[in-house]
């Protein structure tokens, strides 16, 4: 499954690349997370809730990021698991400063899934993965916001 597009942040480059490396915004910003969790440097284990139609389960994650030039880019390599099936991937993320209040990020990459979860078809499964990459994406638009607000107050 091929995941890529671009989002603005209301923020500076800075702004966005601090929120995007803090598991606990991350957390809470990533629909149906239940646990994030530092293991190493630049690791998390990542426990989420994922319901796809029939389909039901907790799916126990890593997330490792590598080539990681701040505050400019970075590789998320995600793997998880789960009794329905798996997914696993790298993503590229870039961030890119339109003006000192605006980050423009861009993200490309491929994530494979198998098991029960492929038999869902890839309509679905590209549908469901856009609305939580929305929901995930504004959740941490609202924290750069709050976190600028708190700073200008």
């Known amino acids: 499954m091929k995941m890529e597009g671009s989002f603005e942040f209301e923020g500076s480059r800075a702004e966005a690349w601090e929120i995007l490396q803090d598991p606990d915004v991350l957390k809470a910003a990533i629909p149906h997370t239940k646990s994030m969790e530092l293991i190493g440097p630049d690791e998390y284990a990542t426990v989420m809730q994922v319901k796809l139609g029939p389909l039901a389960a907790n799916f126990n994650g890593n997330v490792k990021i590598t080539d990681k030039v701040e505050p400019e880019r970075y590789t998320m390599n995600v793997e998880a698991k789960a009794p329905i099936g798996f997914g696993k991937g790298a993503i ?25 979860l492929a038999s869902l078809g890839q309509r679905l499964l590209d549908t469901v993965a856009k609305s939580v990459s929305k929901q995930a994406l504004n959740s941490l638009n609202d924290a750069i916001k709050a976190k600028a607000g708190e700073q200008n107050a």
């Open 92 to 116: 590229q993320i870039r961030l890119e400063e339109k003006s000192p209040e605006v980050t423009v990020m861009t993200y490309d990459g491929d994530l494979q899934v198998g098991g029960k």
